[in-house]
């Protein structure tokens, strides 16, 4: 495919995302829609300590989490509007994600991938029990919508499903664009030599700890700013959103979808947010589910869904190149 | 100053035995020094201590006058010490050429301002990166191989790999650790005068070798280490003709190795 | 008033070496399939509670003696595990950190949640063959379930330890345990080893389970927290390191049980945490971390 040909794809590609709202009219199918590019959010973040730097957190469900407790918290006690509240929200999660790591990934490995677990455990244990900050397991609720304010031209308060849809487009866009930023850059390949050979890296002069902190924190930023807008969309929330499970979706989204890949968590984010709710898969089953694709996808697509695709399309080249002679 | 690395009484302890025992040696500038000894002398433990992989339990290293000892092993890489190692070290799923970029990560400083609006500084120097590295790749001889994964290189072309990767920022010290273990006398061959091209563009070398062939043909000084002791220093001459190391061990050796 | 206060510590402490010796069990478990397969087993928590499920409903749908209920879970996990070991961790010999990690997770989630799917959340206990007379200890009071898990927690343990240190095949599993390649040389079959090594390690975990389960209750989430608590007692006694597991189990056990006595209860599974963390920031390397060199 050359130049023209892949411009001229995208272009229709984004053409069709503006204009999603209008094709998809029912609340269902675009709240589908909004939950997976909150997924594209928490997955994109995630990707960059799992899957550049190699380090499994575990934890990333707590940033998700604190991102929408500290909003929703701000603008219930205190009043701050959505836009103030997301910015704090993901820097409050950057905040926690820089403490945390400081203590845990100077040893990284096991020892990191368990902490995060406890840490997660630990965070709904906290917001489980703080039944005066927290309303415990009763949640939070009656959060505001954003409010979208220009004094004296318009004051519009978040109602309808195709707003929040193209806020998260906006969110997404930026996300997806700093990712690839960051990874096609000195930081991305600071991140992989990391991954692949630490000692060696560290031999070039690369500080792992330090770029591990960086990848971590950038990661638990846009979960925070992920969670502000969960929190600002659905309106209520609860301790349940540190759950593990929430975690392994992300996981799973990101293992199958490829992780080490710009377009990966997006693949991933996509396919597991539509298709258990398509294939009308029991919530009960969907986790086992889960559990054994995660099992089996590492063994035997490691590299996740993109390498399969693009694994089809060069076997398709080729056997067409064969054709031609 | 001459000088550019020199050992103070090095030492350091693994349980109750030393490894490294009040090692003093110096490496002067634009010299090619090979650090000799047999097996388990504490040559690999020493380049450990020297480039902040060990701690020493005594002594201290200082380069240009400045004490390094204590300094982490991506910090002695930014003073312009690089090393390899003794058991090929690559970037397995990398190919060649983004594993040179990733060594040649200490040359670059675009500011992440720059680098999140790509503006023109990120993307010459992303273009700076990439042609550094295709420049150190030639060098080596591996161009051919640039977009090869490095998992899929032979044990030779690894080895080349590595000596890119070490190359790429431009080190003041190179320690190569036992670079042509594993290669027939061809590869070698090639790699001796890798090694002394690399010393005509201004680097120091430190190079712990078992290859008697190489080290008599190309060092300017031979240090010797045995059971952890420096039991001889000099050119290489008095080197072949010192009773003690060819008792500690080059014996057979030295009988095959041939004078340049 | 004093001598008060000191039974009430007394009955902590004693509770915490219930449910610490449990807590060594599962860890022993842990670090010796870590320590000679070098695979981490973040799974390790569901052989616990399968453990506990299996000799429930032996029990309970069977109608089987209590002991013998005990030993046959016991052998189905560690059938269980053979066939996992087979299947899942023999090929996963020499591969990185994250893949053994995320397939052991993988294999985790789907326990645990298969589980829930079976057979429903509601917490079961299993059906104790004691009396309900406690037994009285000095002024303290104790049940006898307790009383005998933790016996036979100990004795396990201590009967382990023998095996290890005066049989043949465990002289043999230390050897491999040190160095398997010199193992390999002297004709011990490596991949025996390792899946009566995967087997015996998760059947301590499911013996744990299946005592424990006389006591508290079962569901099927209670792996993941075993597992969490087996991760600290590793990490607080060194990978690797059976007394290590022992101590670290009690003292996990005995600090959870004081903690929740005085400070919070709802924050008892904190307290392990809390310590790690603490160990974290003064002992940098971990206790099984790597930090090489600096």
Redesign the interface.
Known sequence: MNMRQRTLLYSAFAILLLVLPLIIQDNYNLHLVIMSMIFILLASGLNLIVGYVGQLSLGHAAFFGIGAYTSALFNLKLGVPFWAGMVLAGGMAALIGFLLGYVTLRVRGHCFVLITIAFAEIFKLIHFNWVDLTHGQMGLSDIAPPVLKLPGLFNLAFSTKSQYYYLALILVAITIY?NS??VH???G??F??IR??E??????????FKYSMVAFVVGAFFAGIAGSYYAHYITFISPDLFSFSVTTTMIVMLVMGGKGTVAGPIVGAVIFTVLPEYLRIAEKLRLPIFGLLLLVGIIYMPQGLIKVWENILFKLRARGHGNLT | MATLLEAKELTIFFGGLAAVKHLNMRLERKEILSLIGPNGAGKTTAF?LI?????PTEGRVFYKGEDIT?L???QI??KGI????QKT??????TAL?SV???L??K?S?P?ID??F?NRK?RE??KR?REKALETLEFVGLFPKREVLSRNLSYGEMRLLEIA??L??NPEILLLDEPTSGMNPEESYRAMTLIEKMRETGVTILLVEHDMNVVMGISDRIVVLDHGEKIAEGLPEEIQANEEVIKAYLGSDFIHAQAN | MANQMVTIIMDYVMNGIVIGSGYALIAIGLTMIFGLMGIVNFAHGEFYMIGGFVAYYLVQLLGLNFFLSLVIAIAIVMALGLVFDKVIFAPLQGKPIITTALVTIGLSIFLQNMTLYLFGATPKTIPSPFPRMPLKIGSLFITQERVFATVLTFAIIIGMHLFLKKTKAGKALRATFQVKEAAALVGINISRVYALTFAAGVGLSATAGALLGSIFYITPTIGGNATLKAFIVVILGGMGSFPGAIVGGLTLGIAESLGAGFISSAYKDAIGFVIVVILLLFRPQGLFGTL???
């Open positions: 700093v930023r960051l850059s000195r930081l390949r600071a992989i030599g692949e050979n000692v060696l890296a560290e031999s070039v002069g690369i500080n792992a | 450990n480039t902040g992989f060990y701690r204590l982490k092993r991506h890489a930014g690089i090393r390899t190692f070290e690559v970037f397995p799923q990398v983004e970029m990733i060594g990560h200490l670059e675009c992440v680098i999140l790509n990120a120097e992303e990166t990767v070490a790429g920022g | 090489i060199g600096k």
